[in-house]
């Protein structure tokens, strides 16, 4: 016979699916946090983001000091005709992300794409100018 531990919490996540799919909290606006993938390509710094179902001009993106800002609305309207009632469901979401980039980039040349709900923002990295080397000479004192 296999134990099972004791978990106070178990089925917790059950009835909140059986309590919420129409309940209370769906009413509430949602704040979500874009998942992100952040590499460098070719001298440039690479981001994707999924941000499913927004228009591609309700995404604002910044770029300041070497971090990105991405902002983004979004409106899902959903409609049932069941046993003689009709219901409209219309729920909204909010993304917003704030990331720090890896590297000093030109956020004036940045290019930005949109499809199948994902984001994809390619910044120019600057230049790295080489470190100026700076010889000194070294005294050496005799011992007499």
Known sequence: MALIPWD??????RWFDELEPEGFFSSLP????????????????VVEAEIPGVKPEDIDVEITDNALKVEAESEEK????????YRKEISSGY????????????????EASYENGVLK??????????????????KVKSKK
């Not at 949602?30 to 710094?45: F, L, N, R, S, W």
């Not at 959903?78 to 009632?85: D, V």
């Not at 993304?95 to 940045?110: D, F, N, Q, S, W």
């Open 8 to 13: 106070p919490f178990r089925g917790i996540d």
């Open 30 to 45: 949602a704040i979500k946090t874009p998942k992100m993938d952040v590499y460098e390509d070719k001298g440039k710094v």
């Open 78 to 85: 959903r409609e049932k005709k069941e046993k003689g009632y």
């Open 95 to 110: 993304y917003k992300r704030i990331i720090p980039l890896p590297a000093e980039v030109k956020g004036e040349k940045a």
């Open 121 to 138: 923002i390619i910044i120019p990295k600057k230049e790295e100018k080489p470190k100026e080397k700076k010889g000194l000479k070294v």
